[in-house]
Nanobody, 121 residues
Framework: QVQLVESGGGLVQPGGSLRLSCAVS????????MGWYRQTPGKERELVAS????????????RYADSVKGRFTISKDSANNTLYLQMNNLKPEDTAVYYC??????????WGRGTQVTVSS
């Protein structure tokens, strides 16, 4: 079974940066489309960024929510089975639990347990 473990969250001031990591184990990393989602209390989980299974870290293959474009960057290191989310110029509204997701056609997606990101002065 595929397992996803997020790390890198924490407390940061507005304008600061964080880099989230998602370690993938249990299966071949390259066959999954990967994504980062976030959720705050009382709100639905939303897609932040994604990269197709056959894609690269280029701007052509990656997708971002409008609210994070120009500030966040999703990337993956297939050799080390790790997904990243570089978050720059963080805003208070970015505060949420961030989840790693792995998707494959014909199967239920896999989720990590999340990592807390808090942006506050």
């Amino acid at each position: 079974q595929v397992q996803l473990v997020e790390s890198g969250g924490g407390l940061v001031q507005p304008g600061g940066s964080l880099r989230l990591s998602c370690a993938v184990s249990g299966s071949s990393f390259s066959i999954y489309a990967m994504g980062w989602y976030r959720q705050t209390p009382g709100k639905e989980r939303e897609l932040v960024a994604s990269i197709p299974s056959g894609g690269t870290t280029s701007t052509i293959t990656t997708r971002y929510a409008d609210s994070v474009k120009g500030r966040f960057t999703i990337s993956k290191d297939s050799a080390n089975n790790t997904l990243y989310l570089q978050m720059n110029n963080l805003k208070p509204e970015d505060t949420a639990v961030y989840y790693c997701n792995a998707a494959r056609y014909g199967r239920q997606p896999y989720w990590g347990r999340g990592t807390q990101v808090t942006v506050s002065s």
